[in-house]
């Protein structure tokens, strides 16, 4: 059995889920997510919890289990507090900016790179080098703030470009002198 498909996922209060078949819709106070679900899995609601069961015992059920359960648990954990994840930018002269809802990312090309996030994704700049990517939908989030990173990747001999807040850059050294 999954250890983490057999986990129960809590309701927190201001959120309602709506379970139609396979189509499970989650609506709580930050806004409302929808999915459906593949067959080979079900969704159960028991009071405040929900429990989410394989139908049988095939290897398609058995993989889809635990990930079934981690969506709908993003889903509620989204509507009732939100995801975010920050950047940092570094790199002498590398900057970014918000110009009406889209991103300015200057770093290092001739030209401003323009980014426009997703519907339902806010963008915030602090102080210059910091960005902060926040939304309720978790994979939106996570593949908003990798098309930011993707523009300038850390690379490994000064460190600069555009990494995730607490990421671990491996430095290599650089050309040895001639002897």
């Known amino acids: 059995m999954s250890r983490i498909g057999k986990r129960p996922i ?29 067959g080979e899995v079900a969704v159960a609601q028991d009071g ?17 289990h635990g990930l079934c359960r981690t969506l709908v648990a993003n889903m509620v954990e989204g509507v009732s507090q939100g995801f975010q ?32 996030p997703p519907e339902g994704i806010q963008v915030a700049v602090e102080n210059n080098t910091n960005v902060v990517v926040s939304g309720i939908d978790k994979e939106i989030v996570g593949n908003t703030a990798a098309r930011i990173r993707a523009v300038r990747p850390p690379e490994p001999y ?15 050294v650089g050309k040895a002198g001639k002897k």
């Open 48 to 64: 405040e919890t929900l429990l989410v069961t394989r139908q049988d015992e095939s290897r398609a059920a058995r993989q889809r």
């Open 85 to 116: 994840r920050r950047l940092e930018i570094q790199g002498v002269g590398y900057r970014a900016q918000i110009q009406g809802r889209n991103l300015i990312l200057n770093v290092g090309y001739s030209k401003p790179v323009e980014l426009e």
């Open 158 to 172: 000064k460190g600069k470009g555009i990494r995730y807040a607490g990421e671990a850059v491996r430095r290599k």
């Open 10 to 38: 809590d309701i927190p209060g201001k959120v309602t889920i709506t379970i139609d078949g396979q189509f499970v819709t989650v609506k709580g106070p930050k806004g409302e997510l929808s999915r459906v679900l593949p």
